[in-house]
């Protein structure tokens, strides 16, 4: 048992001794005989010896404690420091309960409360200390008054002056530590309030300009090559008629409303930032199922992102109340989309520039589209040369790439796939020049051009014993194209190509699910009886609502999910879900983009009848592709017609 402070000695042996002497003494009083009294003065004597050797016991240790406890106060946490300080107390001051109140900035305190035990209690010191204590220490550091520390013992004795010192001393250093700590807290609140400033905007505490792009950075470095980024810009288009009929204050709580908004539809990960007067801008790292939009993707880059940029911008243009009057806000909004490994986020913020001011052109939202960029004057150059090339007929060829049956890898069909030899930059894939050609008066005679190519192959291959579907790839635009169905039939009747083997190839968009003349075309395609192929299926706008509108024949399951489904869950799901689909509305579904045996494999296991892909064949020539159709037709038992073939001769 450690020595309690103090003046406590063993009581037993202090009785002893008081007897003892007592003893003595009476002996020599009694017998008045003084030699009794020599021991007696003695015992008092090695009494007294005892006692100042116990004391300076007592008073070293404690001074030792002491040293240790001032020690663990050396801490730049306030609540690190006050612990310390009340553990520190209760064994310097040992069997002692202790009380430290440590005032806040804000003027509260609070109360951290230590027993012999050495537990420690932390409250709000709201009440009055409990009082019939020991003694009281006021923490004072350079004038300022940082709390109070109270030592109160069992029962009240007397404190020493030794200890009286070191109550005082320890008392100096906790307030000493105290300062150091809430000093070492100021000035971290400093910095990240300073830090805070310089990235965020004043008004509505959103991120600036330079902090959203130095972040977004951040972001897209850390998000893998392939996945998809969303930049949407977001514009008030009536915002300086506002602030001049309301008034700034209204102006500026309009803006405050208007991120507050944002804020509410922003979701965990993404970054929202005002990156103008009037202007927002919210950054979106997808998540991985969601395709990448691959640069030649003729359904529009983000029909996930520009379906969301519609609902905010339905959430903002709602109206609101500001300085007491309903006010209308006109939103424009631009979307640019692209993979995180090709963009930095200037860049981005770039392209979702051009594309609020498409959207401002032609009112509500529009998403980045590189023919519409100025800065992009590649495809004037790119649409001059192909002119040229669709009057001369021999630098655009078609190859075909054969989709097979799983089962019995008989050939169910072949896709054309346009290629353009250039005269100066060499063999061009569609990526280099559709885009372009999409949004130019080309697209009529190049749609043309590309089915009558096709349709003569097939007509070729007829007369030569083999008559399988051709698939040709449309862009959504030509659905809006009245003539097409006219074309299309014309040019079966010139190949003498019966309409069940032309099968076109559409991608839903965001165009295709809303116009009205879209249904027409389809539907008069669909008279001549050529068949539908909905293409990158599962990436679309909405696919079971354009199933439901447009009776198709076939599903063609995107390769980004056939890629991803052997690691993703999600995606695997995609793909059962588009089989099973298939199954119920009987349509035929074909896998795209099998690269490996154990992608055919899963497929195959999945209940996929079809598939294409490198692992299967490459597009290649046509006159090529009639040799290999030959042999897998004979391979697979399927039937080779005799010539000539069915209305082709
Ligand atoms: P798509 O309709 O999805 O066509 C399939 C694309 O995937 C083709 O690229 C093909 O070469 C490629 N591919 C086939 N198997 C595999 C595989 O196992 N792995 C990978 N990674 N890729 C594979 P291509 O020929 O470059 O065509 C790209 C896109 O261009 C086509 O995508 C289609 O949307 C468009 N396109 C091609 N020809 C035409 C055309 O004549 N007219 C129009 N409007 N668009 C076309
Ligand atoms: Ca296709
Ligand atoms: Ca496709």
Sequence with gaps: MRQPPGVRFPSCLTALLIVAVGGLAT??????????????????????????????????RLWL????????????????????????ATKIFSGAHVELDVVSDEGTARRYRGDPTGTILIDPADDAPTGGELARQSLVFADEHLGELRVRLPSPVVLRPYQAAALSAYGEALAAALHNA???????????????????????????????????????????????????????????????TLGHGAGDDLLRLVADRLRGVQRPGELLGRTGDDEFALLAVASPVVPAPRRHRRAGPAPHALRRARQIAELLADTGEVADVRVSAEISVGVAVAEAGTVDLAELLRRADVALHQAKADGGVASYDSVRDPADTD?????????????????LVLVVQPAVDLVTGAPIGVEALIRWQHPRRGRLGPAEFVRAVENSDLLGPFTRYVIDK?????????????????????????????????????????????????????????????????????????????????????????????????????????????RRMAESPEAAAVVRATIALGRELGLRVIAEGVETAEQRQVLAGLGCAAAQGYHFFRPMPADKALTVLRRLLAASGAQVLPLPADGAS
């Excluded at 003084?34 to 008073?59: S, T």
């Excluded at 990240?192 to 509505?204: F, K, N, V, Y």
């Excluded at 495809?379 to 630098?395: C, F, G, K, P």
Aim: hydrophobic letters at 50%; proline letters at 3%; zero cysteines.
């Design 379 to 395: 495809h004037l150059t790119v649409l001059a040369e192909l002119r040229e090339a669709l009057a001369t007929d021999d630098q």
């Design 454 to 562: 096709a349709l003569a192959v097939a007509a070729e291959w007829a007369r030569r014993g083999v008559t399988v579907p051709v698939s040709v790839n449309l862009s959504p635009r030509s659905l809006f194209d009245a003539r097409l169905p006219l074309d299309v039939a014309e040019l079966l009747r010139h190949h003498r190509v019966p309409a069940h083997r032309l099968v076109l190839e559409i991608t839903e968009t965001v165009e295709v699910s809303e116009l009205k003349i879209i249904d027409e075309v389809l539907g008069a395609l669909q008279a001549l009886g050529v068949q539908l192929a909905v293409d990158d299926f599962g990436t679309g706008f909405s696919s079971l609502a354009f199933l439901t509108r447009v009776a198709v024949d076939e599903l063609k399951v995107d390769r980004s999910f056939v």
């Design 182 to 244: 809430a000093a070492d807290r100021r000035r971290r609140t400093l910095v990240a309030e300073t830090r805070h400033a310089a990235t965020h905007d004043p008004l509505t505490d959103l991120l600036n300009r330079a902090a959203l792009i130095q972040q977004g950075d951040d972001a897209l470095r850390r998000a893998t090559a392939e996945q998809p980024v969303a930049l949407t810009l977001i514009d008030i288009d009536n915002f300086a008629e506002l602030n001049e």
């Design 65 to 88: 404690d002491y040293a240790r406890a001032v020690k663990a106060l050396n801490q730049l946490d306030e609540r690190a420091v006050a612990v310390a300080g009340v553990a520190g």
């Design 27 to 60: 002996l020599a009083l009694v017998d008045r005989d003084p030699r009794w009294l020599l021991p007696a003065a003695a015992l008092a004597l090695l009494w007294h010896g005892y006692r100042q050797w116990l004391l300076a016991d007592v008073e070293r």
